[in-house]
């Protein structure tokens, strides 16, 4: 279960006179909001009150918490390592790297889940060649747990398919970012998780970022993917600022190493090779 607090004085500080009618008889009352029930110890017309300014505060206002995936993947205290493969632009070789790096630790003795993060478009499950008959749409719309959709495939890897076509799940709400966030929980016998995620700076993207241990932002030379891949990183670095991200790049169709480097070096330094532009 996902517990997140607000302190009385972080409401305050954040919403001042809306909340301080409710918000008197419970001064230095540390506020825990579990799926948004009430605690035992709060009036009715109180939380009622309060509940809107809670919400949001908890969902990205003053501390900036989220629903985090990666709090709540473990299982009797073994770490699971989440991994998260993004990138600015489309069509820079996100998935295949994500299929390749799940291949590759598999082939090194680990439990391996690749989930298909690209919600909304994806296409993981193209290369590697099986037809889900379940997807991430039916865990959000609470018709299967996550547990019940993921795959074996004969790459020796678990797949979790995400949805190809539908809007929907590539826009959803807090609520159900925290049921999707919750049903990670099932995940836990694995070693490491790899997310695909969707290209550009989408709510989810971001979620599924701040959710990671480690995450690659994937470019190639294309001065159009070296200029997104910029942003996105700007983007990550200054938008998730509730904890410290494992941020690398990973510069793809390169013919040398010392091309990568330099494609490297000018997305690191920006645009005028001030390292203040990140």
């Not at 001042?16 to 009430?38: I, T």
């Not at 695909?196 to 701040?210: K, M, S, W």
């Not at 030379?221 to 410290?244: C, F, L, M, S």
């Not at 169709?253 to 001030?274: C, F, L, P």
């Amino acid at each position: 279960t996902v517990m997140k607090t607000a302190r009385y004085e972080d409401l305050i500080a954040a919403y001042e006179n809306p909340l301080e009618h409710a918000c008197d008889m419970h001064q230095g009352q540390v506020f825990v909001a579990n799926g948004w029930e009430k605690p035992e110890n709060f009036c009715d017309s109180a939380w009622e009150t309060m509940l809107p300014f809670i919400k949001e505060l908890l969902q990205g206002g003053v501390t900036g918490a989220t629903p985090n995936v990666s709090e709540t993947v473990s299982n009797n205290g073994h770490k699971t390592r989440i991994i998260a493969i993004t990138s600015g632009k489309g069509g820079v070789g996100k998935t295949n790297i994500s299929v390749n790096m799940a291949i590759a630790y598999a082939q090194l003795g680990k439990k391996v889940i690749l989930i298909d993060g690209d919600l909304g478009m994806a296409n993981v499950n193209v290369l590697m060649n099986v037809v889900p008959q379940y997807n991430l749409m039916h865990v959000i719309n609470k018709k299967k747990t996550m547990k019940e959709i993921i795959l074996d495939t004969e790459f020796g890897i678990k797949f979790i398919a995400g949805a190809n076509g539908f809007s929907k799940i590539a826009n959803l709400n807090v609520e159900e970012l925290e049921y999707f966030a919750k049903q990670f929980s099932t995940l836990g016998n694995a070693d490491i998780i790899i997310i695909d995620t969707g290209a550009g700076i989408a709510n989810n993207v971001l979620q599924f970022v701040a959710a990671a241990d480690e995450v690659y932002v994937v470019t190639t030379p294309e001065p159009t993917a070296i200029t997104d891949a910029y942003g996105i990183i700007k983007i990550i670095t200054t938008e998730i600022v509730d904890r410290q991200v494992n941020l690398k790049l990973l510069v793809n169709r390169v013919h040398s190493a010392d091309e990568g480097r330099r494609i490297a070096d000018r997305i690191i330094t920006g645009k005028n090779n001030t390292e203040e532009e990140i």
